[in-house]
């Protein structure tokens, strides 16, 4: 875990106040025990970074803690965190800092507080049925994206990651989105690096492989299923019921004929 980031073993390296260079891109490093990091990058590919630390007394309570901030101290991302070569967490952050830089929509959509932390017990993971056989045989992989789309319907990766949740509860917000069936896949998330993702939800970096893959739910039916079962035949796909109430009370739906005219609400369903 890291170190102090308000010094560097090379003396003179930290400073009472930043440089005059803008920075172009500025976010909080949560660090475990609450501290914080105040990142910025100076130029667009992060060769140059400046960062200081930021502690909280809570004497006043938590409501009304106090930040005790340190000197700023400049260098590469990997320099100014101030941890020993080769320490797996500040290679982790590295490597999220340098993902978010390709990122499409950078620096737009890049996160204003990242947090990278070590995976504990399971998380879950929810995708098309159709890719259950795929996930089987090769884990969860978005390079192996195909016929099947993205559990929103999008047709390619969304980012170069695997979006977790930490409940079964939680993976329910997926499957909401869902056009056809799902699946809901635990992932053992030891030895994994979690981040979070730029809206709120948390992304696993690298592919799953199927052994730390177990399937929690299967078949989940998308919404509304219940209600409407699923029709067969070449013109399955698009349709819906309209019923027509009309003014006398009467009702009408579709399929099933329509009034040639009619006066009331039409309600979709």
């Known amino acids: 875990m890291p170190r102090d980031t308000d010094r560097l073993d090379e003396p003179g390296s930290e400073t009472a106040a930043p440089g005059p260079a803008e920075p172009c891109y500025d976010c909080e490093i949560s660090l475990p025990g609450g501290a914080q990091i105040e990142f910025s990058e100076l130029d667009p590919e992060g060769k140059a970074c400046r960062t200081r630390r930021v502690e909280f007394d809570l004497g006043g309570g938590r409501s009304r803690r106090r930040p005790i901030e340190g000197g ?108 056809s069936p799902s699946d809901v896949w635990a992932v053992r998330a030891e030895g994994l690096w979690i981040e979070n993702g730029p809206n709120g939800w948390q992304l696993i970096t690298e592919p799953v492989g199927p052994d730390r893959l177990r399937l929690a ?32 009370g009467s009702v009408t739906s579709w399929p099933g004929g329509l009034p040639e005219s009619w006066d009331g609400d039409a309600q979709p369903h």
Request: hydrophobic letters at 40%; one cysteine or more; a neutral charge.
């Open 72 to 179: 700023y101290v400049s260098g590469s991302a990997g320099e100014v965190l101030t941890v020993p070569a080769g320490d797996p967490w500040v290679a982790a952050v590295c490597r999220a800092l340098e993902r978010e830089r390709a990122w499409a929509g950078a620096p737009r959509y890049r996160r204003s507080r990242l947090w990278v932390m070590p995976g504990k017990g399971e998380m879950f993971h929810a995708t098309a049925v159709a890719n259950r056989e795929s996930i089987s045989r090769h884990g969860l992989d978005w390079h192996r994206m195909g016929a099947a789309p993205g559990i929103a319907g999008s047709a390619e990766p969304e980012l170069a990651a695997v979006f977790v949740c930490d409940s079964r509860d939680e993976a329910v917000f997926f499957t909401a989105m869902a056009r």
């Open 217 to 248: 739910e299967r078949d989940v039916p998308p919404p509304g299923a219940e209600d409407h079962p699923q029709r067969h035949g070449p013109s399955a796909a698009y349709q819906s019921t309209l019923t027509i109430r009309r003014a006398d």
